[in-house]
């Protein structure tokens, strides 16, 4: 079956730290992966995915991630936080066309 | 182009009471899921369709909720009666199959 295992419930970072979310996935073949970001009382936008080529991806807001096939791995990183990056994030496995398995997600808290 | 819209927004209601969410997806996407989001935990897939036909409903309480697509685009999503423990954000997301789901702003509801 599949899963997602994000260990770190919570993260505090200062403002301009370069940070690194963990994501660990069970899959059975190559899954297509996502991170998602929510803000309080929003819905879920995408950051970046990785679908197949290029293990290093870029998202919106200067995020990127990079899948690691040997680690079963898609850690998420940033290299200077901002305050408004404070939210919660979500990894999700899935495929074209069934439904995304989440993590627990990882919320991140920002001080000045 | 329009995000996913759902509406209400916020619900309250008492246990053993009934409710009902409205989703309207993006044009032109053919899939439409809903998932519950429990405070403290990632989305959770409840039912997916494919234009009005069920794909998935296996983690979906069939003796208390309900979910229909009639035409292929908005969906309805039903909780008859409701319990406690259905207090959550209710997600609903399109996509087009092509592996990347949009989100709407979520309806959060609350059972007393």
């Known amino acids: 079956a599949q899963s997602v295992t994000q260990p770190d419930i919570h993260i505090t970072v200062s403002e301009g730290a370069s940070l690194e979310l963990r994501c660990n996935y069970s899959?059975?073949?190559?899954?297509?992966l996502f991170w998602y970001v929510q803000s309080p009382g929003q819905g879920l936008q995408l950051l970046l995915k990785y679908f197949s080529g290029d293990t290093l991806v870029q998202g919106i807001k200067g995020f990127e991630a990079e899948f690691k096939r040997s680690q079963s791995s898609f850690n998420l990183r940033k290299p200077s936080v901002h305050w408004s990056d404070a939210a919660e994030y979500f990894c999700?496995?899935?495929?074209?066309?069934?439904?995304?398995?989440f993590g627990k997600g990882t919320k991140l808290t920002v001080n000045p | 182009e329009a995000g996913v819209a759902q509406s209400p927004r916020y619900k309250i209601i008492e246990k053993r009471q009934s409710v009902a969410f409205w989703c309207n997806p993006i044009?032109?996407?053919?899939?439409l899921y809903w998932y519950q989001q429990i405070l403290g935990q990632g989305p959770k897939l409840l039912i997916q369709?494919?234009?009005?036909?069920?794909?998935?409903d296996s983690q979906l309480p069939k003796d208390r909720f309900s979910a229909e697509r009639l035409k292929g685009v908005d969906s309805t999503l039903k909780i008859q009666p409701a319990k406690l423990e259905d207090s959550a954000v209710y997600l609903c997301a399109s996509s087009r199959n092509n592996g990347e789901q949009f989100f709407g702003p979520g309806t959060r509801l609350t059972v007393l």
């Open positions: 369709f494919q234009n009005n036909g069920v794909v998935d």
């Open positions: 999700a496995v899935g495929t074209r066309s069934e439904k995304l398995v």
């Open positions: 044009s032109g996407h053919a899939t």
């Open positions: 899959y059975g073949a190559t899954p297509y």
